[in-house]
């Protein structure tokens, strides 16, 4: 009974906690009778971080506070501008209290203003320039590898949570198509306010709120004062290596308007910077390489690759460049614009380098290979693009000619285990038409893409040994290409059908002739010429289900159909006609439980049953030790891909991070290894089934933090796989595991100080054997000395755990000093390769190891420069 | 001992520089300090004793979610409890207009640019008095191409609902995040009890402290502070004898202009030769903060 009436008691107890509480009284002003009205009235808990109620003052100054809560106490607090805040602690019941306000000075919080790092709107994220540069971001790509949530490859591509960029904008107009790196390149970071991202872009007006896209784009917002005006930068350097002149010259010039843009630039340096890259063009068409890993960061593609940063691998060559290019886009009317784009690049490149390389490493057969490279390459590339496009409300029409022609020379003289010389000549020209037509036709939108090509490629190949052996392949290969596809999508609710029919033929034509006086190639000389022609039908029915808005999921699984027939004549050892059905079935599921936080799940299947690759006997060197048979593309006959990734983005936390774990299992037709022939290792492609099975899992988190105006981008990758491997005229199976941490971390704990370091620590473990590592941490540091003069430095500090060459070292690198004599001037003086250093890498190729000691030969360069904005 | 005493001598040296960090070239424009930049007399209807600036982004056309309009407004706080909401440069908006005329009628490649800037449109010539003329109401004053409105309605009750532990520091001011509701849109909003005025920016009040953030659900509004100052300053009002009227019938007022506004435009005659971009303003979007 006692305890029935306790349960009772204590009932009562916890419905009194849990009751309505009424707080009321009156306001006055202390020292007066006369009523305060508009006070807030807050109840919280002690620390205010959670208000149980709030209220104000009416004209009499009588509040009435109302809440519910569990605990015992609560604090309240009066609060009005222009008077001091009274708190008071209450017990939680009803009660009345009167408080006397006294007036105090109003004092707002002295508020730095400042624009804030990120912000988010809408879909659209923006970046600000002027807080995540660092002093020596001379160009607005450098700023762009530092925003959080952005990667850019080495060739330049940039990423946006993982995924490639759809379009690349400046003030919203698309100039330069996918050779956004002459752009990014080439603006001076002074004329960016901002870098933005538009999510979930879709660039066609007609598929707007019809058909969504989870692509990115990003668009440079410039400064208002360097648009409607030709604007523009130059930088002009001369100075002295050990035994040449040495001179550089960088020219921007810029015009953007609302009818149009126009960018000019002029490049030239023999100052060891290629400019090769800035020209590659990164649309989606050409990185089909990376699109099949897609979501995957690009620190994961080569995990096991220990390359250094990149200061290390700059002022390496002994270079001639010369870029020149023309871009202009026109807006005709609202819809319409026309652009121009051309090119011509003549750039001669040497490089050379000692190596130590010890193939298969850890391996009871090892072959330690020295050598001494001394590599030169000759490319001359003129490239010209007429595009016009139509971006209307109902239909959407792009247009696009290319003429492309490449003549390229490369010479490579090699010294030490091996003796040999070897000379490319490798031109092409192309002429390619794209077209890329949406139209809409009723309730919905039809699209038509069309390329069509035709390319040549004379190539010249010539291996000479110590002895004068020597190896001559001629190859003339020619290729007419057309493809066409048409796509219907259906939409009704939340639900999207999409049928895809798509017809592709090529016809290949290739002479060749291999001759020479190697014995170990004697059986392959002869002349090797066949005909080609293939022909693809292909179905694609794709299916979508999306309520995704800020939150929400989607659902979608595509079903690609394609029947393929080649025919051949010529040198065909196999049978001259054969056909397959290729299937590549994928699923994707995606969860948005909140706007920030992204889950995604995607599983792919292809199967290509048919072993069609060794349709050619033909024989191609693609380098003195790479000799390769058949076709030139692994052909992968089953593959299943599944990938799990959880993108995390907080523009308000300026907060990006990203979670990808990859597992891949493909079964193909051709093994990879080394072999020797005669005293020689070479690099060969074995025809032989070949299981592959690989997991990946990357953790990428970037922050910017107000302590020491930081910016942290800290990465994690493993990497383990099991695969088939070729070696030394043997099969066998292999696991191999690798990780990497890599930190970035920007920041400025003086005002005169900067500092940016790049750490990175990379392993390889191999089955039953050590694992081994590799360290680097390379430091940026720029000391501003006074308002006016600035001197930067580098420098890195390495460790290597693999005998025999273990060691522990600190390099200097690289040091400026720059006067910044004005607004728009700028005095640099350059000193590079203070320091000469090693550089080394390990590899893994294909489950074998081969670990590279090389001394790369850099130049001490002393340059002076001058910077002027116009 | 000598190399020591330089290298305190350094750290200490630093100290004073290590203060500075963390300030940037600042890009928003500095508010003038009073508002008849154009010599015109307004009626003053009271001081501020703050002053809080706000970008604003809205997104003009649902179908283009990534195009936003970007502009400043400041919410003037009088000690009265007198709020007034408006544009920072709607005062100059008149004489920008008025320059693009030539002999009275404006230039057919100056059309769209008028239209786009044309007053009415959205919130850009609004102002939001709160408190005002009496405690708990709000005076809203806008204008549609030549006729200038106004109306008077009860402080909106957005059912606020304050999210526990949601914190956020904006102007170094700790934050908390409330969610409301108003008029067809849920409002994500961020005050801070450190300025304890219920108010913020347009028609955002009722929490127990000053909204410094704002955001709609949907992602096509927002509102953030970028400055607080404490001054001194006239408020004033730029309309003088606006025709009365409803909130519910200003907003259809306001629909049919925006998106038949043209015509209203041709028959005013002030503009003429319409005909090029007549079709292309026809269709323009319309996208309200009300909804009803």
């Not at chain 1, 009436?5 to 107890?13: A, H, I």
Request: charged share 20%.
């Amino acid at each position: 009974m006692k305890k029935l009436l306790f349960t009772l008691l204590f009932l009562c107890g916890t419905l009194t906690s849990w009751a309505q509480v009424s707080i009321q009284g009156r306001i006055t002003q202390k020292g007066e009778s006369s009523a305060v009205a508009d006070v807030v009235v807050t109840a919280t808990d002690k620390k205010g971080a959670r208000v149980y109620g709030y209220g104000f003052s009416d004209d009499q100054g009588k509040y009435n506070l109302t809440f519910k809560m569990t605990g015992d106490t609560v604090y309240v607090a009066y609060k009005l501008m222009g008077y001091k805040t009274v708190q008071r602690t209450f017990r939680n019941v009803s009660q009345t209290a009167d408080i006397q306000l006294e007036p105090d000075a109003i004092k707002l919080k002295e508020v730095i203003v400042r624009q804030p790092k990120i912000e988010a709107y809408g879909d659209t994220i923006s970046y600000n320039v002027n807080a995540i540069k660092q002093e020596g971001d001379d160009h607005i790509i450098d700023v762009i590898k530092r925003l959080p949530g952005i990667e850019v490859s080495a060739a330049g591509t940039i990423r946006y949570m993982g995924k490639n960029i759809s379009k690349f904008y400046i003030e919203g107009m698309d100039m330069l198509d996918g050779r956004y790196s002459i752009a990014t390149n080439s603006i001076p970071t002074d004329m960016v306010q901002n870098v933005q991202v538009l999510e979930n872009h879709q660039d066609k007006r007609v598929l707007k709120g019809k058909v969504s896209t989870d692509r990115a784009a990003m668009n440079i917002k410039l400064k208002k004062d360097v648009k409607l005006k030709p604007v523009g930068k130059a930088t002009l350097g001369a100075g002295a290596s050990t035994d040449e002149l040495k001179g550089m010259a960088d020219i921007v010039g810029l015009m953007v308007s609302d009818k149009g843009q126009r960018m000019l630039t002029l490049k030239a340096n023999n100052t060891g910077q290629l400019l090769q890259n800035e020209t590659m063009d990164l649309s989606e068409s050409l990185s089909s390489i990376t699109a099949e890993l897609e979501g995957t960061p690009s620190s994961l593609l080569t995990p096991t690759l220990g390359t250094a940063p990149q200061a290390v691998e700059d002022y390496t060559h002994f270079n001639t460049s010369f870029l020149g290019t023309y871009n202009r886009l026109l807006k005709l009317g609202d819809v319409d614009q026309l652009k121009f784009n051309l090119f011509y690049r003549d750039e001669k490149d040497n490089t050379q380098h000692e190596s130590n390389t010890i193939y298969g490493v850890n391996e009871d057969n090892q072959l330690v290979v020295s050598r001494i490279h001394d590599l030169t390459q000759h490319g001359k590339q003129g490239n010209a693009q007429i595009d016009f496009t139509r971006n209307a409300e109902n239909r959407y029409l792009d247009e696009k000619l290319t003429l492309d022609g490449f003549w390229n020379t490369s010479r490579t003289d090699l010294s030490g285990t091996d003796v040999f010389h070897e000379k490319f000549h490798t031109p092409y020209a192309k002429v390619e038409n794209k077209v890329d037509y949406t139209w809409s036709a009723g309730k919905t939108n039809y699209t038509y893409k069309s390329l069509i090509g035709y390319q040549r490629q004379p190539e010249d190949a010539v291996f000479t040994e110590a002895d004068g052996a020597y190896l001559n392949q001629d190859r003339n290969r020619e290729r007419f290409y057309i493809t066409n596809e048409l796509s219907q999508p259906l939409g009704w609710g939340y639900h999207l059908l999409t049928l895809n029919y798509g017809a592709t033929m090529g016809l290949d034509k290739q002479e060749s002739e291999l001759k020479g006086s190697m014995n170990r190639y004697e059986d392959m000389a002869g002349r090797y010429d066949w005909h080609g022609n293939r022909y693809e039908l292909s179905f694609t029915p794709s299916y979508s289900f999306s309520n995704m808005d800020s939150k929400g999921f989607s659902f979608s699984a595509s079903v690609p159909l394609s029947g393929i027939w080649f025919k051949y004549s010529g040198h065909i050892p196999a049978k001259e006609k054969f056909s397959y059905i290729s299937l590549k079935p994928s699923v994707s599921f995606s969860w948005r439980p909140v706007r920030r936080l992204l889950l995604s799940l995607r599983g792919n299947y292809s199967r290509a049953p048919q072993n069609w690759e060794r349709y050619s006997s033909a024989f191609y060197l693609t380098n003195s030790t790479n000799l390769q048979q058949g076709a030139q593309d692994l052909n992968v006959n089953e593959r299943k891909q599944g990938t799990f990734s959880v993108d995390y983005r907080n523009p308000y936390l300026e907060l990006f991070s990203r979670l990808s774990l990859i597992y891949i299992h493909q079964k193909s037709n051709l093994l990879s290894g080394y072999d020797f022939l005669g005293t020689t290792l070479v690099h060969v492609y074995f025809p032989k089934d070949n299981t592959r099975e690989q997991f990946m899992g990357t953790l990428n988190v970037n922050k910017l933090f107000n302590f020491w105006r930081s910016n942290v981008n800290l990465t994690l990758g493993y990497n383990k796989y099991g695969i088939d491997y070729y070696q030394a005229g043997k099969v066998g199976h292999r696991s191999v595991e690798g990780g990497n941490v890599m930190l970035h971390w920007d920041m400025k704990p003086l005002a005169w100080l900067g500092v940016s370091l790049n750490g990175m620590s990379v392993f390889s473990h191999i089955r039953t054997r050590n694992t081994i590592w590799l360290h680097r941490l390379q430091g940026t540091f720029s000391f501003n000395l006074s308002k006016k003069f600035v001197v930067m430095t580098d420098a890195e500090l390495s460790m290597n755990q693999l005998e025999p060459s273990h060691y522990k070292r600190f390099t200097l690198l690289n040091m400026t000093a720059r006067y910044k004599a004005g607004k728009n001037l700028n005095l640099d003086l350059d000193c590079y390769n203070l320091t000469n250093s090693h550089q080394y890498v390990l590899r893994t190729l294909d489950g074998v190891n081969q670990y590279d000691d090389i001394y790369l030969l850099r130049p001490r360069q002393i340059l002076l420069k001058v910077s002027f904005s116009y | 001992m000598l190399r020591l005493l330089n290298i305190i001598l350094l750290v200490v040296a630093s100290l004073p520089l290590y203060a500075q960090y963390g300030t940037y070239p600042i890009e928003y424009p500095n508010l003038p300090d009073t508002f008849f930049l154009d010599g015109r007399f307004r009626d003053t209807l009271d001081f501020s004793i703050m002053r809080v600036q706000y970008k604003r982004r809205a997104m003009p056309d649902t179908l283009a979610r990534d195009n936003f309009s970007t502009s400043t407004y400041a919410l003037h706080i009088a000690k009265s409890g007198k709020s007034l909401f408006s544009k920072i440069d709607a005062f100059l908006m008149d004489s920008a207009y008025a320059s693009r005329e030539v002999n009275g009628k404006i230039r057919i490649k100056e059309q769209k640019a008028a239209w786009e800037s044309m007053p009415g449109k959205d919130e850009a010539s609004s102002e939001v008095w709160k408190n005002h003329p009496d405690k708990r109401k709000i005076t809203y004053l806008n204008r549609t191409f030549m006729d200038h409105w106004v109306y008077t309605q009860e402080f909106p009750d957005f059912q606020w609902e304050i999210v526990p532990d949601s914190t956020q520091t904006i102007l170094e001011h700790p934050c908390m995040m409330a969610v409301g509701n108003y008029a067809g849109r849920t409002w994500k909003v961020w005050f801070t009890m450190e300025i304890p005025v219920s108010d913020g920016p347009w028609k955002l009040c009722g929490l127990p402290g000053l909204i410094l953030k704002a955001e709609d659900a949907r992602g096509e509004f927002f509102y953030t502070a970028i400055r607080i100052q404490q001054i001194t300053a006239p408020m004033p009002t730029n309309y003088k004898e606006p025709l009365k009227t409803t909130r519910e019938r200003f907003l259809k007022v306001r629909e049919n202009y925006v998106v038949n506004g043209i015509n209203q435009i041709i028959s005013s005659g002030v503009v003429t030769n319409m005909t090029r971009t007549q079709s292309a303003m026809n269709m323009r979007p319309y996208n309200p903060m009300e909804f009803y």
